[in-house]
């Protein structure tokens, strides 16, 4: 027969289930945090000194800008055309100039004019220091020829005429000029010899370099290495930036941050130079071209126009005659201004000849301006210096851009079609210059049939001065269009100029206080985040509040930590914390069965070691101190602890009264105390389940129950053994015991599931071995006041400063 009696199956158990929703408690979060704090502080210190030495021992960047006014290109007749017959697109040239400043092309030109080919180094504090401009000294070798590459050198003065010479790095690279982009690696770990002279040949292998002194003082340490211009250009190339001053201005700024101003500022400098002069060099190309076409056509007229006056003066001398007849220089006259035009229209014939020439052999760099010719054709001006534009603009970038770059493609696209233009107009130009020269030619024998009318003496006469005038008249001519473009040559500027040349403005590494900032942040962030991840990882019980969200039953006491090994704090140190914390347990007690004389109280929990023996036996003790009749009752058969606690002998107990017809009388000893009385579990039965199952069993507690005024049960774990489930039934009152810090958060479950699913009713939560150092032992609304000392009800151990401020600024 079962002897669990139904009367605990209230049906009012539902009353006890409570519904919490989770929420966090910012002043628990706050104590939790704040028993660290020398952890936090120590570690908030040492990010704030690590990054005060970093701020002290970085090596300081700087900020070197530049400005540029980028004028757009102003439309030409020609390039009106195009745009408008929609061959190829109207791009702004900002970008394209964005692009031509951080060319490596660019960067390469720049680091040969400013003979970067060796760096000087200073020993520092922590880590070697660059010299740039005034270096001590001076390493020179012939940059045309291989010369080895990075490694290091280190180089003590000795005194004004000698020098000690080491290998620091021992890993060099050998740079070719003619082979830039293929360098081979060689390990050099020692020199020939230690000491060197200044200004005598350093030899090494095939490679040699002269060092020369400046300013080197005796004991003087430098270091230096040798580097190679596309490395550098590859380097200064990356460190450049280039950006408009706004979205809508052609101004460019330019900008390098680099811990040696000067350098940076020198090598700004530099590429504004080498771009403004790059830039006038593509735009005097063409004039180039036409003075040197005219310097050529110049070349043969010049004899001509020799052979001619000595013919002529020749033949007046010879012949006495130095003046023609009146009829014969009307007729000269006339035939001087017809041949003076043929030699211009046949000048211009020849250019165009020459213009067609270049084209058709692609020639586009050799083009000459038609104006400075004198041909003033506006179509084929226009068409001329649109196609010497788009050259020039296709060279610049096809030096710093690949063919596939969609600007490059547009502008193949806009020479095509110009070329093709430009083809078409000349090949019209010379038909009508032809048919103008045969005009001129036909008007000219005209005069000439005149002439035969004269003497012979005056036509002879009136043929040589014919030759020498056209002679003179294209060599003035020519000389006149050469000076014409020699000064367009020396009045051409670059379209674009420099508006502010590099300066060094603020540092901007290592930002100091944001650096302090940072450091700060991560001393405090880091052992947060360790805690944080910590207790996240952590399944144990720690915090009641959290304990009291995670159970569906009141949490109705907190125990403190037994300090001391005394298992029976309330006997025997009755102004302890603890014991005060059962006073609290058993006043609570009289609020959850009112109006009950006798009470029957169950202690139980999860696992073994959570102290639920330890909480049976001082609440035994805590009612037997009102005089109240106590018997506290070991039901755990499996692994009694009661007798060792109350230095008793566990001869015969509970399983002896059981397992034989012993009376429970003879089984009950003398705990020692008054009103307390103890029932051992006994010796250790082989079958502790099926006695605590025997209908015996319920006739003895009915026993015991009538003749105390308190029966405590110290019950085995809920969680491990299966009778615990069924002693419910002989309560009136049941706890569940957890341990702080000991018990697991999924323990909670258990206890969930005995009141949704075990039916079982009155069972309350315990939480035992509460710390001080937690911070968690406050505020919960139990009321246990631990920390008051005022009222002298028990000893306390202090409480920490910071728990002091934060109760009463609460």
């Avoid at 090949?427 to 036909?442: C, E, F, K, P, Y």
């Amino acid at each position: 027969m079962n002897p669990i009696s139904p009367t605990n199956n209230n049906p009012q158990q539902n009353s006890f289930l409570v519904n919490k929703e989770d929420e966090i408690d910012l002043k628990v979060l706050v104590f939790n945090y704040l028993q660290y704090w020398p952890w936090i502080l120590g570690c908030a210190f040492i990010g704030f000194v690590g990054a005060y030495l970093v701020n002290k021992y970085a090596t300081p960047i700087y900020r070197v800008e530049a400005t540029v006014l980028v004028k757009e290109d102003q439309p030409t007749l020609g390039s009106d055309l195009f745009a408008s017959a929609g061959l190829g697109q109207k791009n702004s040239n900002t970008d394209n100039e964005i692009g031509i400043l951080k060319s490596y092309s660019m960067a390469e030109e720049t680091v040969k004019e400013m003979n970067l080919n060796v760096a000087y180094f200073a020993e520092g504090l922590v880590k070697k220091t660059q010299i740039y401009g005034k270096t001590p000294i001076l390493v020179s070798s012939d940059w045309t020829q291989p010369y080895i590459v990075d490694g290091l050198f280190r180089l003590e003065v000795i005194d004004s005429e000698n020098f000690e010479l080491k290998i620091e790095e021992e890993e060099f690279s050998i740079f070719d000029p003619k082979d830039p982009f293929n360098n081979s690696e060689i390990i050099i770990s020692e020199l020939p010899k230690s000491v060197y002279s200044f200004g005598k040949p350093v030899e090494l292998d095939s490679y040699q370099f002269t060092v020369n002194q400046i300013s080197a003082l005796p004991g003087d340490v430098i270091f230096f290495q040798f580097q190679d211009n596309p490395s550098l250009a590859l380097e200064m190339k990356g460190q450049l930036s280039v950006a408009p001053l706004d979205k809508y201005s052609s101004i460019l700024t330019l900008s390098i941050e680099t811990p040696i101003r000067k350098l940076g500022e020198d090598y700004i400098n530099q590429l504004m130079k080498t771009y403004l002069y790059q830039e006038l060099n593509d735009k005097n190309r063409a004039t180039e071209n036409t003075i040197r076409f005219i310097t050529q056509q110049l070349t043969g007229i010049t004899d001509s126009l020799q052979f001619s006056e000595n013919k002529l003066q020749e033949y007046r001398s010879d012949n006495k005659i130095f003046n023609l007849s009146e009829e014969g220089s009307a007729i000269f006259e006339r035939l001087q201004e017809l041949e003076s035009q043929k030699s211009e229209i046949e000048l211009n014939l020849k250019y165009y000849r020459t213009l067609q020439s270049y084209i058709n052999s692609n020639q586009l760099d050799e083009l000459v301006s038609p104006s400075m010719i004198g041909v003033t054709d506006p179509l084929l001006n226009a068409l001329v210096q649109n196609l010497s534009e788009l050259q020039a603009e296709k060279s610049r970038l096809a030096a710093n851009f690949s063919d596939q770059t969609p600007r490059v493609k547009d502008v193949n696209i806009r020479l095509e079609s110009a070329t093709k233009a430009l083809q078409e107009n000349i090949s019209s130009a010379i038909a009508n210059t032809q048919s103008t020269v045969s005009d001129l030619n036909g008007r000219i024998r005209t005069i000439e049939n005149q002439i035969s009318t004269l003497p012979e003496t005056e036509r002879n006469l009136i043929g040589i001065e014919r030759q020498f005038t056209i002679n003179e008249n294209i060599y003035i001519y020519l000389l006149q269009k050469k000076a014409e473009a020699e000064i367009t040559l020396a009045s051409n500027l670059p379209k674009n100029s420099v508006l502010d040349y590099a300066k060094a403005g603020d540092q901007v590494e290592p930002k100091r206080s944001m650096n302090l900032l940072i450091g700060l942040i991560l001393g405090l962030i880091i052992p947060i985040g360790f805690i944080t991840i910590k207790d996240y990882l952590n399944n144990k019980i720690e915090d009641p509040k959290e304990l009291e969200n995670k159970l569906k039953v009141p949490l109705i006491g907190m125990i403190g930590r037994n300090s001391t090994n005394d298992a029976l704090p309330v006997l025997n140190n009755p102004r302890s914390t603890v014991t005060e914390s059962f006073r609290s347990l058993r006043a609570d007690l009289s609020y959850l069965s009112p109006k009950q004389s006798n009470l029957a109280i169950l202690f139980t929990s999860s696992i073994s070691g959570e102290g639920k023996t330890f909480v049976s036996m001082n609440m035994a003790a805590v009612f037997s101190l009102m005089g109240k009749k106590t018997i506290l009752i070991g039901l755990d058969l499996r692994k009694p602890r009661i007798a060792e606690d109350f230095n008793l002998t566990n001869d015969k107990g509970m399983s002896t009264c059981l397992s034989s017809d012993t009376p429970w009388q003879e089984v009950v000893k003398p705990s020692g105390y008054d009103h307390l009385d103890v029932i051992l579990s006994g010796p250790i039965p082989p079958n502790p389940a099926e006695l605590l199952l025997q209908e015996r069993f319920g006739k003895i507690i009915n026993e015991i129950k009538a003749a105390y005024d308190v029966v405590i049960f110290d019950c085995p774990p809920v969680g491990l053994v299966s009778e615990a489930k069924e002693l419910f039934a002989f309560s009136d009152i049941n706890f569940f015991v957890f341990r702080q810090g000991y018990s697991e958060k999924s323990n909670t479950v258990i206890l969930n599931n005995l009141v949704e699913k075990g039916g079982v009713s009155k069972i309350y939560g315990v939480l035992n071995d509460v710390h001080i150092d937690k911070g968690y032992g406050y505020g919960y609304g139990y009321g246990y006041g631990y920390g008051n000392n005022s009222y002298g009800y028990h000893e306390e151990a202090p409480i920490p400063w910071w728990k002091r401020a934060l109760k009463l600024k609460s």
